[in-house]
């Protein structure tokens, strides 16, 4: 949708309706205006981030940046880019219940969106690897891993692993439960999550 409006709008109706848009939020009327068409997925993750961020207790998709991501055994390209320092962002949506990343399709060389819904869980798991402070989401799925992405080789791995910074683990969003995939209204100073994340 932030694609389609700035792709729409010249800088100057951009710059109009902006100051309607986010009268309220000026740091997020800013990054809008800041969004380059050069640098377009990158300047749109920034106001992306910092708008999820402003939405407080609203807030219905957290962002976490993700060091490497597999499906099944083949390691998944990252977009040039998307991130920060050759990392991607994974979004954890609790509006659509769906973990969702970019990737690059190799044989297109374009960027696909790689999206993980609830109904393709079977169970997650949280390692953590205390040697190298790196924490393992592992995404048990009912289908194989391939079919969430056409450029990766045919095979019957059914599971997707995400690989974290540990400090990053902390920045999971408190309503996702990493055992059984559910979504639930815990309040924001819950921490039993946090402390089941790093535990388990």
């Known amino acids: 949708m932030a694609e389609l ?3 729409m ?5 951009r710059q109009l309706y902006a100051q309607m848009w986010f ?8 990054d809008f205006i800041a969004i380059r068409d050069v640098e377009f997925e990158t300047d749109c993750r920034k106001f992306v981030n910092n ?6 207790e609203n807030r219905s998709v957290y962002s976490v940046l993700c060091k490497e991501v597999y499906l099944g055994l083949q390691k998944v ?6 991130g920060d320092n050759g990392m991607f962002w994974t979004d954890f949506s609790l509006g659509s219940k769906s973990i969702s990343f970019f990737a690059i399709d190799d044989e297109n060389d374009v960027w696909e969106t ?3 819904r609830e109904d393709a869980v079977l169970q997650t798991q949280i390692l953590e690897k205390k040697e190298s402070h790196e924490a393992i989401l592992l995404v048990q799925l009912n289908k194989p891993a391939c079919t969430l992405l056409l450029s990766v080789d045919q095979s019957d791995e059914k599971y997707v692993k995400f690989i974290y910074d540990e400090k990053n683990i902390l920045l999971f969003p408190r309503f996702f439960s990493p055992i059984t995939f559910k979504w639930k209204n815990m309040v924001a100073s819950d ?5 089941r994340l790093c535990s388990a």
């Open 114 to 116: 790689v999206t993980i």
């Open 23 to 30: 009268k309220q939020y000026p740091g997020c009327r800013d």
């Open 77 to 82: 390209n990252c977009p040039s880019d998307d």
């Open 191 to 195: 921490s039993s999550l946090i402390n």
């Open 51 to 56: 708008m999820n961020e402003r939405q407080l």
């Open 5 to 7: 409006i700035c792709r």
């Open 9 to 13: 709008l010249p800088g100057e109706m």
